[in-house]
Each structure stands twice: as structure tokens, then as C-alpha cells.
């Protein structure tokens, strides 16, 4: 069955310095993987989808079917990424299923 | 354009008592989903519907969990009788229907506590 794994649940950083959120998946043939993201008293969002290829938010996220990893990136963190971000991958049928969530905490 | 809605935002119940949670998703939007997110952990898929009709309903404890889409508009899911570990987040998102993966769209979330 297709997972996802967060192995991170708190990452923390200052202000201006580069982010990595971890994600590996378990998936035998063409993963559709997504990050969704959670702000404070927010609702939980699509942030970035591997197959737009985009940059969202100074956010983009690589695909390495070599280490089966989807890594979420950013070079210069900002307070306001602070948030729930999760790692998520389709089950087909547009179903998502969702890794445990890494916390970011950017701090001033 | 209005998001989906959901209520109650919180409810508290005692072990064995029924509860039951509404949604309305985004105006013409085929798909519904209701996910359960127990803290610390990601949303897990419920149910999910299209248009009336169920699409995966695997993992619905159906021997006290039920739901139902008259009319392929709103939702409503219940819990009879509860139980403790059915503390949780209830989260409803909608999305459009047709091939490909599509976005969905999260609803604010129904927080239960069983007492």
C-alpha cells in the first residue's frame, strides 16, 4: 500500500536559513505526490504538487525516484512559513493519503 | 467563491452518546471526503463520496461510524455510540470530479472530544 514518511516532527530554524522537509514514500510504480500546508487557525491547503514542477511561495519540492524521497525546500525561511506542512500522496481515485505532518517553527 | 463549511466546531460528549456532523461543501463540486485526524497524526480518509454514490468507504468503522449525501450535495457523518479513541478532528473537503488528481478543498474541521 502506498505511504508516506514524515521523519521529522518539529523542525526549527531562524529566519533566513535554508529549510529541508523530509518526505519518503513507499510506491512501486508513478507517485502523484503532493505538500499540503496548515497555517495557525487556517485551513489545510495545497501548497505544491510535484507535477506542476512550480515554485510556490519560494517553496519547490524535487521528486528522486532513486531514493524514493519528495523533499520540500526553501532557501531563505521566513516567520510567516511557519506551519503544519504534510506530505501526501494519491491513493488513487483522487484519494490522499497523508504523512504524520513535520511543524515548522521559523524564529526571528 | 464560499468554501466548505462544517459544523459544529466543537462538540464534547460522553462515551456511548451519538453525535453527528454536517458539511456543505463547495457549490458544484462532485467529490466529498471526510477524514478523521487524531492529534498528532495526518488526516486518514474515511469515506468519500461521488455525487450520492460511495467511492471507498475502507476504512469507516461501519459498525458505529455511518454516512450519507442525499441529493449529492451536503453530508452528514455520525458516531453511535462513541467511543474514546473517536476524539478527534473531523475534516470535510470537496473537489471537482472528472480524470487526473484534483485539489481539494479542506473545510475549518469539527473538533471532538469523548469524555
Known amino acids: 500500500a502506498q505511504r508516506v514518511t514524515q521523519p521529522e516532527k518539529l523542525l526549527s530554524v531562524f529566519k533566513g536559513a535554508p529549510v529541508e522537509l523530509k518526505c519518503n514514500y513507499s510506491y512501486s510504480g508513478s507517485p502523484e505526490l503532493f505538500w499540503y500546508v496548515q497555517y495557525s487557525r487556517q485551513r489545510l491547503q495545497l501548497l505544491l504538487r510535484h507535477i506542476s514542477r512550480e515554485s510556490i511561495k519560494g517553496f519547490t519540492a524535487d521528486l528522486n525516484k532513486g531514493e524514493t524521497s519528495f523533499h520540500l525546500k526553501k532557501p531563505f525561511a521566513q516567520e510567516e512559513d511557519s506551519a503544519m506542512y504534510y506530505c501526501v500522496t494519491s491513493g488513487g481515485y483522487n484519494k490522499l493519503i497523508f504523512g504524520a505532518g513535520t511543524r515548522l517553527a521559523v524564529h526571528p | 467563491e464560499a468554501g466548505v463549511a462544517q459544523s459544529p466546531r466543537y462538540k464534547i460528549i460522553e462515551k456511548r452518546q451519538s453525535v453527528a456532523f454536517w458539511c456543505n461543501p463547495i457549490s458544484g463540486h462532485a467529490t466529498l471526503y471526510w477524514y478523521q485526524q487524531i492529534l498528532g497524526q495526518g488526516p486518514k480518509l474515511l469515506i468519500q463520496?461521488?455525487?450520492?454514490?460511495?467511492?471507498?468507504d475502507s476504512q469507516l468503522p461501519k459498525d458505529r461510524f455511518s454516512a450519507e449525501r442525499l441529493k449529492g450535495v451536503d453530508s452528514t457523518l455520525k458516531i453511535q455510540p462513541a467511543k474514546l479513541e473517536d476524539s478527534a478532528v473531523y475534516l470535510c473537503?470537496?473537489?471537482?470530479?472528472?480524470?487526473?488528481?484534483?485539489?481539494?478543498?479542506f473545510g475549518p474541521g469539527t473538533r471532538l472530544t469523548v469524555t
Open positions: 473537503a470537496s473537489s471537482p470530479s472528472g480524470t487526473g488528481i484534483y485539489e481539494q478543498y
Open positions: 463520496f461521488q455525487n450520492n454514490g460511495v467511492v471507498d
